[in-house]
C-alpha cells in the first residue's frame, strides 16, 4: 500500500469516525415529557409552555404524554417513549432495582397522595383489619409500597390479604361499586372518593408516602445534560407560577382531572410544591423504602439497595434553584 493510499484510509477513517461521534451527540429535535394529575406541577408546565417557549431558539419540539400511575411513567421510560417522567421515588428505586435505567434528578412535590380508603361501613378501622379483605392497589406504585410497608408493621404481608391489581381510578370505581373491600388510594382519585362517595381515610401516615420525583432516562442525562438543565429550569418556572397563581392551579388540575375544584382544593392542600433539593434525608428514606419492600419479598433478598439508591438519585442537576 503506497503511503498515499495509508493517509487517505487513515482519513476517510478519522472522518467516518468524527461522523458517528457527531451522530451520537446530535441534539434531539423533539423532547418528550409526562403530565399526571398526580403531578400539579407537570400540568402547570405543559399548559404554560414555558418549556416550548425556551426550546424553541434551538428548534426543539415537545410532546407531552399522560402517565395514570407511577407504574405508567416508570413503564414509558423503560420502553424509551418518554425522556423525563413523574413517579414516586420508591416506585422508582423498584424500576431501577429491576433494570430501568432511569435517574431521578428532581423534587416535584412532597405529598401525601395516598393512604388507606374505605366505605364507612366496611368495618374496616386500621391496617390490622385488612388481613383476608380485597384491596384494590396498582402495583409498582407509592400506593403499593404503602400497603406493604403498613402491613408490615402490622406483621402481616400481601399473602395476607387479597390484592385487586387496578389502575388507581379503577380502584376508586370498585370501591364505589363494593368489588373490593378497601383501596390504595392516590389524589386526585382519592380526595374525590372522599368528597364525592363519602369514603373514609382510614390509615394515614405521611411517613409511608414517598417524594415525587422527575426521573430521566440515564442515556439522555448522559448525551444531553445542558438540555436537563433547560428542562429542570423550566419545571422550577412552573412551580414558582403555581406558588403565585393558586386559584389558577386549582383551575387547570381541575379540568385536566376532570374533577370539581373544591376535590382537586383538597389534593392541593396535602402537595408541598416548595422547592428543596434531593436530600441526605431524601436518599436514607428511599433506601430505607426499598429495604423493607426486599425484606417484604417485593424486591429480591439479593438486592443491593444501598447501590441502586445511588445509582438511581443524580443531585447533580437540582442543587441550582431557590424558592
Not at 8 to 35: M, N, S, T, V, Y
Not at 149 to 178: P, T
Not at 268 to 288: F, G, N, Q
Request: glycine share 6%.
Amino acid at each position: 500500500m503506497t503511503p498515499f493510499s495509508r493517509r487517505g484510509l487513515l482519513a476517510a477513517a478519522a472522518a467516518f469516525a468524527i461522523g458517528i461521534c457527531g451522530a451520537a451527540q446530535a441534539q434531539p429535535k423533539e423532547i418528550r415529557l409526562d403530565w399526571a394529575t398526580y403531578s400539579p406541577v407537570s400540568i402547570a408546565l405543559k399548559e404554560n409552555g414555558f418549556l416550548e417557549k425556551a426550546l424553541e431558539p434551538e428548534g426543539i419540539s415537545v410532546r407531552w404524554v399522560q402517565s395514570l400511575g407511577s407504574n405508567k411513567a416508570l413503564e414509558f421510560l423503560n420502553a424509551g417513549s418518554l425522556d423525563f417522567g413523574s413517579s414516586a421515588s420508591a416506585a422508582a428505586l423498584i424500576a431501577r432495582v429491576n433494570g430501568n435505567p432511569v435517574k431521578s434528578i428532581y423534587v416535584y412535590s412532597r405529598a401525601e397522595w395516598t393512604a388507606l380508603v374505605t366505605k364507612p361501613d366496611s368495618g374496616i378501622s386500621g391496617v390490622a383489619d385488612l388481613k383476608g379483605k380485597r384491596v384494590a392497589v396498582t402495583r409498582g406504585t407509592d400506593p403499593h409500597i404503602f400497603l406493604i410497608r403498613a402491613l408490615a408493621r402490622e406483621k402481616l404481608s400481601d399473602k395476607d390479604v387479597k390484592l385487586v391489581l387496578l389502575q388507581h381510578a379503577d380502584g376508586r370505581l370498585a370501591l364505589q361499586r363494593g368489588d373490593v373491600d378497601a383501596w390504595m388510594g392516590l389524589d386526585p382519585m382519592m380526595a374525590s372518593a372522599e368528597l364525592q362517595d363519602g369514603a373514609k381515610l382510614v390509615f394515614r401516615d405521611p411517613a409511608l408516602n414517598s417524594w415525587g420525583a422527575l426521573n430521566v432516562r440515564e442515556a439522555f442525562a448522559a448525551e444531553n445534560p445542558a438540555l436537563v438543565d433547560k428542562v429542570l429550569a423550566a419545571y422550577d418556572q412552573a412551580r414558582k407560577w403555581s406558588l403565585a397563581n393558586p386559584k389558577e392551579l386549582n383551575a387547570l388540575l381541575a379540568k385536566a382531572a376532570k374533577l370539581p375544584e373544591d376535590v382537586v382544593a383538597r389534593q392541593l392542600e396535602r402537595t408541598k410544591i416548595a422547592y428543596t433539593p434531593i436530600s441526605d434525608a431524601d436518599v436514607a428514606a428511599v433506601t430505607a423504602a426499598g429495604e423493607a419492600l426486599a425484606e417484604a419479598g417485593v424486591l429480591p433478598a439479593t438486592a443491593d439497595v444501598a447501590k441502586a439508591t445511588s445509582d438511581l438519585i443524580d443531585r447533580r442537576f437540582d442543587a441550582k434553584f431557590v424558592n
